[in-house]
T-cell receptor, first 115, second 116 residues
Framework: AQSVTQLDSQVPVFEEAPVELRCNYSSSVSVYLFWYVQYPNQGLQLLLKYLSGSTLVKGINGFEAEFNKSQTSFHLRKPSVHISDTAEYFCAVSDRKGSARQLTFGSGTQLTVLP | DTGVSQDPRHKITKRGQNVTFRCDPISEHNRLYWYRQTLGQGPEFLTYFQNEAQLEKSRLLSDRFSAERPKGSFSTLEIQRTEQGDSAMYLC??????????????FGQGTRLTVV
């Protein structure tokens, strides 16, 4: 079984400032890691994913994340945020070996970008 | 639009009524998932289909819930005798056949259910 902890439920930040959204996971098996974004009353859109290889992964909209195996973390970063980045962000994992590959999500972090 | 399509987008129903939601996945995707998302929480896995076969069900999927994917294309999720605790966003996702690289699930916009 896996679990995901997003340490901050709300992150307010001023426009053009950098931001980091924290994610830690727990799993007894090897996992894939994902960040999804959700705008109000919408489904989820994939920002980026870590499958293997380089621990620094780059995604859409200028976001990047770093996989740290020893700390079981996968924090999301952006060097300069825009108003349009205001949304809910979800970290998720899936079992590499499982047949279903269903996602286990954290409880989300609401990013609010202030003018 | 070739994304995952869900219908209806919103449903308000009285407690005790039955409701059915539909999901049309991306056409070449053989894997289909249903998730439930309550307010302030991340989505929780409900069930998974590979083609027409329902291969996994979460313990969250009580006896009042049933999902089908009769021809391996669209899927339906039915909730019988709805309760107020069923109020949530129901999300459908689909993905390509399993390989080490095909890991991304594409989500629909969801059906928001309100039980009054």
């Amino acid at each position: 079984a896996q679990s995901v902890t997003q340490l901050d439920s709300q992150v307010p930040v001023f426009e053009e400032a950098p931001v980091e959204l924290r994610c830690n996971y727990s799993s007894s098996v090897s996992v894939y890691l994902f960040w999804y974004v959700q705008y109000p009353n919408q489904g989820l859109q994939l920002l980026l994913k870590y499958l293997s290889g380089s621990t620094l992964v780059k995604g859409i909209n200028g976001f990047e994340a770093e996989f740290n195996k020893s700390q079981t973390s996968f924090h999301l970063r952006k060097p300069s945020v825009h108003i349009s980045d205001t949304a809910e962000y979800f970290c998720a994992v899936s079992d590499r070996k499982g047949s279903a590959r269903q996602l286990t999500f954290g409880s989300g972090t609401q990013l609010t970008v202030l003018p | 639009d070739t994304g995952v399509s869900q219908d209806p987008r919103h449903k308000i129903t009285k407690r005790g009524q039955n409701v059915t939601f539909r999901c049309d996945p991306i056409s070449e995707h053989n894997r289909l998932y249903w998730y439930r998302q309550t307010l302030g929480q991340g989505p929780e896995f409900l069930t998974y289909f590979q083609n027409e076969a329902q291969l996994e069900k979460s313990r969250l999927l009580s006896d009042r819930f049933s999902a089908e994917r009769p021809k391996g294309s669209f899927s339906t999720l039915e909730i019988q005798r709805t309760e107020q605790g069923d109020s949530a966003m129901y999300l459908c996702a689909s993905s390509l056949p399993r390989t080490d690289m095909n890991t991304e699930a594409f989500f629909g916009q969801g059906t928001r259910l309100t039980v009054v």
